[in-house]
Every structure is written in C-alpha cells, then in structure tokens.
T-cell receptor
Framework: AQKVTQAQTEISVVEKEDVTLDCVYE???????LFWYKQPPSGELVFLIR??????QNEISGRYSWNFQKSTSSFNFTITASQVVDSAVYFC??????????????FGKGTHLIIQP | KAGVTQTPRYLIKTRGQQVTLSCSPISGHRSVSWYQQTPGQGLQFLFEYFSETQRNKGNFPGRFSGRQFSNSRSEMNVSTLELGDSALYLCASSLTGRSIYEQYFGPGTRLTVT
C-alpha cells in the first residue's frame, strides 16, 4: 500500500518569502512516479510536475523547484519569491509504475499555502 | 487543445436517489480516472478506465460504478445516495496505457446530498 504524508496542514508567509512544502511517501514498489498538483480556490487540480523514481535530479521551473531524495523518501517543493497568486492548496501524490497507470494517484492531505501581501 | 470537461458542475440530490456524472477527456487521451474529494478523507481514487475497461477500483462500495465509451468519454454513477457522498468528484484523463503520464484534471462536479 502507498502512503503520502504532507505534515504541514497550513503555511502562511509574506509575499516574496521563499517557502518549502514537505512531502514524504511510503511505497513497496521499486519503481513509481511522484507528482505535485496545485488546487486554487476554483477547485481544479493543476499539474505541476511528474518525477520518475529513477531520476533523482532536482528540477527547477521558474520560481518552482523540487528536491527528490530517495534515501529519505521525500519530494519537497520550494517556491522562491512567493507571490499572492501562489496561494492555493498543494498536493503531493504517488503512483506505482507496475499498474501502467491503472492504480490511480495516492494523494497526501495537502498543504494550504497562504501568501499574504 | 480543450481540457477535461465535466458535467454538470453542481448537483443537489436527495438521499436515496441516484446520480450520473459525465467526463470528457482531453482529445487523444484514453485513460480516465475518477476521484472523490471530501474535507475529511481528502482525495481518494475511485476507479480507472482504459479502452472501455475498468482496470482498477479504489476502496468504495458497489454503489459507485462507472463506464467508459468508445470515444473515451466516461460516466460514473452513484446509486442510493447517502449524505456522506457529498463531495467534489474529479475526473482526470491521461495518455497512459502501459506508461505513466501526467493526469490532467477537470473542474469537478460538486455533489450535495440532502
């Protein structure tokens, strides 16, 4: 069984601060994929990143960066110079590779990020 | 390219009734997954369809069912509605068949059971 833990229920920072959202996962699968999604107040989940368990290289996309560490089963997400528009609930998710996509995503409970102006 | 569409967006039903929700995937996507989102349980996987076949189902009672049509559109049905079925139901589509690709989500259908 898979499990994703996002220990931070809510984070509040002032605009332009950097913020890191933590994600720790558990799986018995040797190959898997990790995802981050953003859910703004409108409710639609927006895909941010997909990472293969074989690829531990960190990734940067604009103000967003992700730190994948297989040794600690963590896939943390950092927003640099946060903006009010970053306010949303962020979900970390896991999918095993064995099912070819049939197993669905296992989501964490989400972190509500509040960026104050 | 049009995104995932879900209809209706909002729905109010009474306990004991049944409901059908619809999802149209992104053009070319053949896999459709359904998720239930509630404040208490968070996001939970309901089932996944690929090429009109249900390949997997989450831990939900048999009152929850679905199907996929030849054009990849999918419907989910909930019979004998209970108050606890009130939730945001999200549909996601993906290219996947054997490989894992990104799942793109629709705006959801918010179901309220009274």
């Amino acid at each position: 069984a898979q499990k994703v833990t996002q220990a931070q229920t809510e984070i509040s920072v002032v605009e332009k601060e950097d913020v890191t959202l933590d994600c720790v996962y558990e799986t018995r699968d040797t190959t898997y994929y990790l995802f981050w999604y953003k859910q703004p107040p409108s409710g639609e989940l927006v895909f941010l990143i997909r990472r293969n368990s074989f690829d531990e290289q960190n990734e940067i996309s604009g103000r967003y960066s992700w730190n994948f560490q297989k040794s600690t089963s963590s896939f943390n997400f950092t927003i640099t110079a946060s903006q009010v528009v970053d306010s949303a609930v962020y979900f970390c998710a896991l999918m095993p590779n064995s099912g070819g996509g049939a197993d669905g995503l296992t989501f964490g409970k989400g972190t509500h990020l509040i960026i104050q102006p | 390219k049009a995104g995932v569409t879900q209809t209706p967006r909002y729905l109010i039903k009474t306990r004991g009734q049944q409901v059908t929700l619809s999802c149209s995937p992104i053009s070319g996507h053949r896999s459709v997954s359904w998720y239930q989102q509630t404040p208490g349980q968070g996001l939970q996987f309901l089932f996944e369809y690929f090429s009109e076949t249900q390949r997997n189902k989450g831990n939900f009672p048999g009152r929850f069912s679905g199907r996929q049509f030849s054009n990849s559109r999918s419907e989910m049905n909930v019979s004998t509605l209970e108050l606890g079925d009130s939730a945001l139901y999200l549909c996601a589509s993906s290219l996947t068949g054997r490989s894992i690709y990104e799942q793109y989500f629709g705006p959801g259908t918010r179901l309220t059971v009274t």
